[in-house]
């Protein structure tokens, strides 16, 4: 497993640049329950992360469901690489556990003001998904 060591530490070095900005700590909370496959905490962070304006598009069970979906396809995501990262808006491109070779672009952007509700979420395969 050669990419092991090379993959770790960048994987740390990508954690340690979302977790300076808001954005990339409503990204880390998000995808961590997300992984955990639990609905209700999935609605419940939706509610109350997500802004009105987003919500008006699309509710929080309309958004639960798609990240259901999302799950039942391709299992748990870990994060790949930082493409960008801000204050208020991160990209991120992540791995899929139940296709290790299918990849994720994935950005969020969140209000400046407090308390930096999600004003945009996108999750788009990079690939097509074989399913």
């Keep these: 497993m050669s990419d092991s060591p090379q993959e770790q530490p960048q994987q740390s070095v990508d954690v340690v640049t979302l977790r300076k900005s808001q954005a990339g700590m409503r990204f880390i909370a998000q ?13 419940t962070f939706i509610t109350e992360s997500y802004h009105d304006d987003v919500l008006a ?10 990240m259901q ?7 748990k995501v870990k994060v790949k690489q930082v493409l960008a990262a ?22 969020v952007k969140v209000e400046e003001e407090y ?17």
């Design 115 to 131: 308390p930096h509700k999600i004003i945009g979420y996108m999750f788009q395969p990079m690939q097509e998904v074989n399913g």
């Design 31 to 43: 995808m961590h329950i997300y992984n955990m496959a639990d609905a209700e905490r999935l609605r």
């Design 57 to 66: 598009q699309a509710d929080a069970d309309t958004q639960l469901a798609q």
């Design 69 to 75: 979906a999302q799950y039942t396809a391709v299992g």
């Design 86 to 107: 801000n204050e208020y808006h991160v990209i991120v491109v992540m791995q899929a556990q139940k296709q290790p070779g299918m990849y994720f672009y994935v950005e």
